[in-house]
Structure formats: structure tokens, C-alpha cells
Nanobody, 130 residues
Framework: EEQVVESGGGLVQAGGSLRLSCAAS????????IAWFRQAPGKEREGVAC????????YLADSVKGRFTISSDNAKNTVYLQMNKLTPEDTAVYYC???????????????????????WGQGTQVTVSS
């Protein structure tokens, strides 16, 4: 069974950093696109970042570009979201998701559509205090 499990959330002061981890099981990163989404109270789910190992593409939403990075460790079958310069606006539940679809033909921004993803984690809370 394909699964992804997030970890690494917590409470941090504005300007601080956190690193989220997404551990995959039942599949290898080479075959999937992994993305991070977030949802703040009262707001719609937002695609934050994605990585596709098969074509080496990574993409970051404009709202996090320059502050967040996405990376992967094939040996650990884990994807990371390094979040720096956090602001209270980054407060949300962060979800990791995996797509078994072949997304290489889709432009990077299109890969952040939630409809493409079929394996979702339970989410991890990130709270940034001002």
C-alpha cells in the first residue's frame, strides 16, 4: 500500500525555520511526484512545492519562493520541505501527497493541482508566532 507520512511540524517564532519530512512507503520516489500542500483555517488548500525525480523538476509556489526549498533523499525514500524566514502567514496544516501519474508532460505549476495526487498524509501542524 502506498503511503506518505509527514513529520517535523511545530511552533516557531517569526523568522525561524522548520524542516518537514515526508516518508514514503510502498513506492519509490523515482516513480512519483511528491508535493506539499497547506491549508490554513478558513482558507482553501494551497499547493506549496513539488518535486518530480523522473525529470528532475522542482517547483515552488510564488508565496514561498526564496524561503522554502524542496529536496529528496532516495536512500531514505523521503522528501523534505525546508522552510526558512517563516511568517505568521505560513501557519497551516501541511500535507504531503504523492502522485502516481506521469506528470512529466505537465508544466511545473500544473503539477501542484491536488487532483493529480492519490496518496495523502494526515498532515502536520505548523504554527508561526509573531
Amino acid at each position: 500500500e502506498e503511503q506518505v507520512v509527514e513529520s517535523g511540524g511545530g511552533l516557531v517564532q517569526a523568522g525561524g525555520s522548520l524542516r518537514l519530512s515526508c516518508a514514503a512507503s510502498g513506492f519509490t520516489l523515482d516513480d512519483y511526484t511528491i508535493a506539499w500542500f497547506r491549508q490554513a483555517p478558513g482558507k482553501e488548500r494551497e499547493g506549496v512545492a513539488c518535486i518530480t525525480k523522473s525529470d528532475g523538476v522542482t517547483y515552488l509556489a510564488d508565496s514561498v519562493k526564496g524561503r522554502f526549498t524542496i529536496s529528496s533523499d532516495n536512500a531514505k525514500n523521503t522528501v523534505y520541505l525546508q522552510m526558512n524566514k517563516l511568517t505568521p502567514e505560513d501557519t497551516a496544516v501541511y500535507y504531503c501527497a504523492g502522485s502516481s501519474l506521469w506528470l512529466d508532460a505537465i508544466d511545473p505549476v500544473g503539477r501542484l493541482l491536488a487532483v493529480h495526487y492519490d496518496s495523502w498524509g494526515q498532515g502536520t501542524q505548523v504554527t508561526v508566532s509573531s
